[in-house]
């Protein structure tokens, strides 16, 4: 069954510092997500990006926080200057076109802990 | 201190019962609703989502049910097992059309099975 990936597992950075979060979409969609979950909170949304362009975004994604399609599998997420407040699980989603289509499929996660 | 954060309402059912856990939803603009099922250090599972102009759906064990005059939503398992056990979210997409628009989640609810 095809399933969302996301590389690395976990990512430990030191304040200040540009990290990026990489994450395969399932190959036949056509709109990717990024979400974070503070721990023991509530899964929240940052960013949707469709048609090589971002398609909606919350306030949370300011402008240390940029997402790239480098290529026609990969979906990254770049915060160049991270802060002590980013620590949190990173989500990647995505989703495809046509009924059901709304269904938003999540990988595993990217534990970042910036000290 | 106290983090509020981490206060998840827990439900706890015997193994074999069935379990109902509710949420609330916040827009009544919402056009459609999603379960998801997060295991500790995991992403968001997809179990089962509902549109709008659905007041109910099955799935394999699982039933959604969708009250939009109080805007609550439920999910219930059937012969609950220890396989169930994780946090489960609610999340509502306001978006329809082209845009797939992205997903706000509620607080979750922690479902531990007593073997």
């Known amino acids: 069954e095809p399933e969302v990936t996301q590389t690395p597992s976990h990512q430990v950075t030191q304040m200040g510092q540009e990290v990026i979060l990489r994450c395969v979409p399932i190959?036949?969609?056509?709109?990717f997500y990024w979400y974070r979950q503070i721990l023991g909170q509530k899964v929240e949304f940052l960013v949707s990006?469709?048609?090589?362009?971002?398609?909606?975004k919350s306030e949370i994604f300011d402008d240390q926080f940029s997402v790239e399609r480098p290529d026609g599998s990969n979906f990254t997420l770049k915060i160049r200057s991270t802060k002590l407040e980013d620590s949190a699980m990173y989500f990647c989603?995505?989703?495809?076109?046509?009924?059901?289509?709304?269904?938003?499929?999540f990988g595993p996660g990217t534990r970042l802990l910036v000290l | 201190g106290e983090s509020v954060g981490l206060h998840l309402p827990t439900l706890s059912v015997q193994e074999g019962d069935n379990s109902i856990i509710n949420c609330a939803y916040s827009?009544?603009?919402?056009?459609?609703f999603i379960w998801y099922k997060q295991e500790s250090g995991k992403g968001p599972q997809f179990i089962i989502d509902?549109?709008?102009?659905?007041d109910k759906r099955q799935g394999q064990r699982v039933t959604v049910l969708l009250n939009k005059t109080v805007k609550h939503l439920s999910l219930q398992i059937a012969a609950t097992q220890p396989g169930d056990s994780a946090v489960y979210f609610c999340?509502?997409?306001?978006?329809?059309?082209?845009?797939?628009?992205?997903?706000?989640f509620g607080k979750g609810t922690k479902l531990s099975v007593k073997p």
């Open positions: 190959s036949n969609h056509l709109y």
């Open positions: 989603a995505s989703s495809g076109l046509g009924q059901g289509a709304k269904t938003q499929y």
């Open positions: 990006f469709y048609n090589n362009e971002i398609s909606e």
């Open positions: 509902i549109r709008s102009n659905m």
């Open positions: 827009n009544s603009a919402s056009d459609y």
């Open positions: 999340a509502e997409n306001i978006r329809d059309g082209g845009s797939q628009g992205n997903l706000i």
